[in-house]
């Protein structure tokens, strides 16, 4: 799909100061075993901060008033943990007043990155929502995949394959409950559902938008499944999903640990808040009237409205997070947040260049929390380059699980970092989307966009992305473009 169709934005501007960086060393694998990362008994809790709203760290990029540079706590043993991975969509990397919005409030977030460590250095696997998806939910670069090379995907002609190995089917067949609860965006009916890839439950939308009251899709389509059976609800989209949610960290999973995959649509447009009826008529009169891009809502929405959608989820995310509190399992739940790409028109990205469709840092860094109580501190702040198939890479190794040799991961397990205090390697993160590309190593980043201009920048200094180093750099811009050319060719092709 064309620039501004679904999950496609236009570009914003931002600024810049200097980002302090960490040195990096020694590789960290991806290990079946529990014993790898210290799975056993049950521990006392690690101490969490005191509740409350988070200060506004000055520079987002480096630790705040409240934290610390981060730093494993050795030798804490637990059971494999279930895990929360929340996913909002296309918010922001500056959209949390923890990463520093100065107008939007998050405390619910920020209280959950006093409890844990914030990310400053965080990517999605890709510029829009749907290959995201597919590099969280397999491990890989989009591009390993037929459907991840839709950007997005727009019908039902590519999805998730159901044969290939996922987080949910790979838990699942370590001993995991499985559910995703949300928009799934990886391929529609008949052939593609969550519950053909791994998921025990799936309750969300299939498609990459939807009108928040009345459930219509991109083509007028009714959006809203239980399984794979229409499922009809007519209020206000986050609270539904807020409540299934809520009831199912809430469950007594009969001794099974569990993974539930928690993703969001707000702050995606259309720009419509709880409340907003009046709104919601008027698209949905144009959807029915034939309108292909009422959704968009390209007339509508406001720096004021989105904020109020940005306020909510925060909101929606503090009850689930209070039901997982009040079942007693906060302690050995290991928590994610992330976006699924940068922000779009209303976003705060400053001081980044670009927004989501883009590869400079405004499309695809993003805000990146996690917690674990049993086993991490919390009030630190981490500046590891790190992107979506790293997770899924971890979340494996935490959970005792073997990645499917048929299908080589290219994410890294961070679970040697977060609990045993190993550096990581100094890598390449690479992306690839129609007409840009980009690698990043260490501060280095290597970037083309639809210009066709090679660019390299020294992120340490210029996270906005201005001062272009090629020509006094030339033959590190080489080596790094041969670099993304190498991974490049080991991809499908995009199709004519």
């Given at each position: 799909m064309s620039a501004g169709g679904p999950c496609l934005g236009a570009p914003v501007t931002s600024s810049e100061s200097p980002l302090s960086r960490r040195a990096f060393g020694g590789a960290v694998g991806v290990s079946a075993a529990a014993a790898a990362v210290g799975l056993g008994a049950a521990s006392p809790a690690a101490a969490a901060p005191a509740s409350g709203?988070?200060?506004?760290?000055?520079?987002?990029?480096?630790?705040?008033?409240?934290?610390?540079?981060?730093?494993?706590?050795?030798?804490?043993?637990?059971?494999?943990?279930?895990?929360?991975?929340?996913?909002?969509?296309?918010?922001?990397?500056?959209?949390?007043?923890?990463?520093?919005?100065?107008?939007?409030?998050?405390?619910?977030?920020?209280?959950?990155?006093?409890?844990?460590?914030?990310?400053?250095?965080?990517?999605?696997?890709?510029?829009?929502?749907?290959?995201?998806?597919?590099?969280?939910?397999?491990?890989?670069?989009?591009?390993?995949?037929?459907?991840?090379?839709?950007?997005?995907?727009?019908?039902?002609?590519?999805?998730?394959?159901?044969?290939h190995p996922t987080l949910a089917s790979l838990l699942k067949e370590s001993g995991y409950a499985t559910a995703l609860i949300g928009k799934w965006h990886a391929g529609y009916l008949p052939d593609y559902s969550p519950t053909r890839s791994g998921w025990d439950e799936f309750f969300g939308n299939f498609g990459g938008a939807l009108e928040y009251y009345s459930k219509l899709g991109l083509g007028g389509e009714y959006d809203l499944y239980e399984g794979d059976a229409e499922y009809k609800d007519l209020r206000y989209y986050t609270r539904i999903i807020t409540e299934r949610a809520s009831e199912y960290v809430s469950r007594d999973h009969h001794g099974k640990p569990w993974l539930l995959n928690l993703n969001f649509t707000t702050p995606?447009?259309?720009?419509?808040?709880?409340?907003?009826?009046?709104?919601?008529?008027?698209?949905?009169?144009?959807?029915?009237?034939?309108?292909?891009?009422?959704?968009?809502?390209?007339?509508?929405?406001?720096?004021?409205?989105?904020?109020?959608?940005?306020?909510?989820?925060?909101?929606?995310?503090?009850?689930?997070?209070?039901?997982?509190?009040?079942?007693?399992?906060?302690?050995?739940?290991?928590?994610?947040?992330?976006?699924?790409?940068?922000?779009?028109?209303?976003?705060?990205?400053?001081?980044?260049?670009?927004?989501?469709?883009?590869?400079?840092?405004?499309?695809?860094?993003?805000?990146?929390?996690?917690?674990?109580?049993?086993?991490?501190?919390?009030?630190?702040?981490?500046?590891?380059?790190?992107?979506?198939?790293?997770?899924t890479a971890t979340l494996l190794e935490l959970a005792g699980a073997r990645p499917n040799r048929a299908y080589p991961l290219d994410g890294v397990s961070l679970a040697g970092y977060l609990l045993r205090g190993e550096r990581v390697a100094e890598r390449n993160l690479f992306w690839r989307v129609r007409g840009e590309r980009a690698l990043r190593r260490g501060d280095w980043k290597y970037y083309r966009g639809k210009a066709g201009k090679d660019q390299l920048f020294n992120l340490a200094g210029d996270v906005r992305e201005q001062a272009d180093k090629a020509a006094v750099e030339p033959a590190r811009l080489a080596e790094l473009r041969a670099a993304w050319e190498k991974t490049d060719a080991t991809l499908l092709p995009y199709p004519a």
């Open positions: 709203t988070a200060s506004v760290s000055a520079d987002a990029r480096h630790a705040g008033p409240e934290e610390r540079e981060f730093k494993a706590a050795r030798g804490r043993h637990s059971r494999r943990p279930n895990i929360l991975f929340i996913l909002g969509d296309d918010l922001g990397w500056a959209d949390l007043s923890s990463y520093g919005s100065p107008h939007i409030k998050t405390p619910n977030l920020d209280r959950l990155a006093r409890q844990g460590v914030r990310f400053t250095d965080a990517y999605s696997g890709s510029a829009t929502c749907s290959p995201t998806r597919f590099s969280l939910y397999t491990g890989r670069y989009p591009g390993r995949t037929k459907g991840g090379l839709a950007e997005p995907i727009a019908d039902k002609s590519a999805g998730l394959e159901p044969t995606h447009w259309p720009w419509i808040a709880d409340g907003d009826t009046k709104e919601s008529a008027e698209i949905v009169r144009r959807i029915k009237a034939g309108d292909g891009r009422a959704l968009w809502h390209q007339d509508g929405g406001s720096v004021e409205k989105y904020k109020e959608m940005v306020e909510d989820l925060d909101r929606s995310i503090g009850e689930v997070l209070k039901a997982l509190k009040r079942s007693g399992q906060e302690e050995d739940t290991l928590v994610v947040f992330s976006s699924d790409n940068g922000g779009e028109r209303f976003s705060y990205n400053w001081p980044l260049s670009g927004n989501k469709a883009s590869l400079q840092e405004g499309g695809i860094r993003v805000p990146n929390i996690v917690r674990w109580p049993a086993r991490l501190d919390g009030g630190q702040v981490s500046h590891v380059p790190v992107f979506s198939p790293d997770w």
